[in-house]
């Protein structure tokens, strides 16, 4: 029997392949009596969970987004979610955000071109900056809103732990954040003009300035920690790197293995509706369900030596992923999720993901880190505390 407080504990923070295997193949349906949720860590078993909506449910997270900045996308089901999908959606789409190459191109020349050749913190002074500074420039505001957005995002992302302090002050940068975007959505609604609040209102969507609160933070901590993470990898597999650097074409597959790898978010989590019998355990109705995504990623019967970071690998499907998660070329990593809640902003994080990478390589050929590299950890090197510091390769 394994014990729960392993999935607690800083070795498994670390390194938690060992422990995902054991649950893969002892425990698919895990009882972590801790937490009170039931850990599901089987690729067939997670897709199964996010592709069910009759059985599996989004509303809990009005207890963490919500609970942030009110009544949200991601906590809804059924018609509502389909019909505010509808409206949303299309903004999103690929072909859609091709519109913003040359806005994104900007924002990342300015942001790389400060950056110094003999040592930066690729957290802290890029990934962490570039999601607030791309949808400031995205909504037509002045790039004097951008040290305000990325506040409001660094304090809005830690209200949604469960602490009450910090939740107030996540309520607090909302608010905020509404009062400063209020105006500006009306005067977009008397004129408007070309950029994403604009859409969005011409499309209808009601609360506008919620949505930019989660698209600030759910686009963003994707972005972030994808970012930070493909270039942790790269740096841990210098011939991968330097294949990448001679070739940024390559830069697809790295960011593709990446998510699969070392996902931005190990865990997504699903409520059961009803009593529901799984692999001969019983989840009750009303129980959270914690999809364990990085292990999906990691399963050995989907992908061979799945703990290997490699580009190269030929069972992964490679390019612009679908809320199928099934492909003709490989298997699909599930960092996005799957279903009728697969991830809104996955092409913009892509997109922003390998633009910045392409500018890096631009200007500094490749990157070398300085001194050792940190801990992966579950959840990618930390944008709270700048850990990838890394300069120019010599």
């Given at each position: 029997?394994?014990?729960?407080?392993?999935?607690?504990?800083?070795?498994?923070?670390?390194?938690?392949?060992?422990?995902?295997?054991?649950?893969?193949?002892?425990?698919?349906?895990?009882?972590?009596?801790?937490?009170?949720?039931?850990?599901?860590?089987?690729?067939?078993?997670?897709?199964?969970?996010?592709?069910?909506?009759?059985?599996?449910?989004?509303?809990?997270?009005?207890?963490?987004?919500?609970?942030?900045?009110?009544?949200?996308?991601?906590?809804?089901?059924?018609?509502?979610?389909?019909?505010?999908?509808?409206?949303?959606?299309?903004?999103?789409?690929?072909?859609r955000l091709e519109r913003?190459?040359?806005?994104?191109?900007?924002?990342?020349?300015?942001?790389?071109?400060?950056?110094?050749?003999?040592?930066?913190?690729?957290?802290?002074?890029?990934?962490?900056?570039?999601?607030?500074?791309?949808?400031?420039?995205?909504?037509?505001?002045?790039?004097?809103?951008?040290?305000?957005?990325?506040?409001?995002?660094?304090?809005?992302?830690?209200?949604?732990?469960?602490?009450?302090?910090?939740?107030?002050?996540?309520?607090?940068?909302?608010?905020?954040?509404?009062?400063?975007?209020?105006?500006?959505?009306?005067?977009?609604?008397?004129?408007?003009?070309?950029?994403?609040?604009?859409?969005?209102?011409?499309?209808?969507?009601?609360?506008?300035?919620?949505?930019?609160?989660?698209?600030?933070?759910?686009?963003?901590?994707?972005?972030?920690?994808?970012?930070?993470?493909?270039?942790r990898n790269l740096l841990?597999?210098?011939?991968?790197?330097?294949?990448?650097?001679?070739?940024?074409?390559?830069?697809?597959?790295?960011?593709?293995?990446?998510?699969?790898?070392?996902?931005?978010?190990?865990?997504?989590?699903?409520?059961?509706?009803?009593?529901?019998?799984?692999?001969?355990?019983?989840?009750?109705?009303?129980?959270?369900?914690?999809?364990?995504?990085?292990?999906?990623?990691?399963?050995?019967?989907?992908?061979?030596?799945?703990?290997?970071?490699?580009?190269?690998?030929?069972?992964?499907?490679?390019?612009?992923?679908?809320?199928?998660?099934?492909?003709?070329?490989?298997?699909?990593?599930?960092?996005?999720?799957?279903?009728?809640?697969?991830?809104?902003?996955?092409?913009?994080?892509?997109?922003?993901?390998?633009?910045?990478?392409?500018?890096?390589?631009?200007?500094?050929?490749?990157?070398?880190?300085?001194?050792?590299?940190?801990?992966?950890?579950?959840?990618?090197?930390?944008?709270?505390?700048?850990?990838?510091?890394?300069?120019?390769?010599?």
């Amino acid at each position: 029997m394994i014990d729960p407080t392993r999935l607690h504990d800083d070795a498994f923070s670390l390194d938690p392949f060992s422990v995902w295997s054991e649950l893969r193949r002892d425990a698919p349906v895990f009882a972590d009596t801790i937490d009170r949720v039931w850990v599901i860590s089987r690729h067939a078993d997670v897709v199964e969970a996010f592709s069910n909506t009759e059985r599996f449910s989004n509303r809990l997270y009005r207890k963490t987004l919500g609970a942030v900045f009110g009544p949200n996308l991601l906590q809804m089901d059924g018609a509502p979610h389909i019909a505010l999908r509808k409206v949303v959606g299309p903004v999103f789409a690929p072909t859609r955000l091709e519109r913003y190459q040359e806005l994104l191109d900007d924002v990342v020349d300015g942001i790389v071109s400060a950056l110094d050749p003999d040592g930066f913190d690729l957290v802290a002074d890029l990934s962490a900056v570039l999601p607030g500074r791309l949808i400031v420039a995205m909504m037509g505001l002045p790039p004097s809103d951008d040290a305000k957005f990325h506040e409001w995002y660094e304090t809005m992302m830690l209200g949604l732990w469960n602490d009450p302090e910090l939740r107030r002050k996540g309520r607090e940068a909302h608010r905020e954040l509404h009062d400063h975007v209020d105006p500006v959505i009306a005067e977009r609604r008397r004129n408007p003009s070309d950029d994403i609040l604009s859409r969005l209102i011409a499309a209808e969507v009601e609360d506008l300035a919620s949505f930019v609160s989660l698209l600030l933070t759910a686009g963003g901590e994707t972005t972030d920690k994808a970012l930070g993470n493909l270039w942790r990898n790269l740096l841990d597999h210098p011939a991968q790197r330097d294949a990448v650097c001679d070739e940024p074409d390559l830069l697809d597959r790295a960011f593709d293995e990446t998510m699969r790898h070392s996902p931005s978010l190990v865990y997504l989590a699903r409520e059961a509706n009803a009593d529901t019998e799984w692999h001969g355990v019983t989840i009750p109705a009303g129980r959270e369900l914690r999809l364990a995504v990085g292990s999906a990623n990691h399963d050995e019967t989907v992908f061979d030596d799945p703990d290997r970071f490699d580009i190269f690998r030929a069972d992964l499907h490679r390019g612009l992923e679908h809320r199928t998660a099934s492909y003709d070329d490989g298997a699909g990593h599930l960092a996005f999720g799957a279903g009728a809640h697969f991830c809104l902003g996955y092409a913009l994080a892509r997109l922003e993901a390998k633009t910045a990478s392409r500018a890096l390589i631009g200007r500094f050929g490749s990157l070398e880190n300085v001194g050792a590299l940190p801990p992966l950890k579950v959840r990618g090197p930390s944008r709270f505390t700048p850990t990838l510091p890394v300069r120019a390769a010599r």
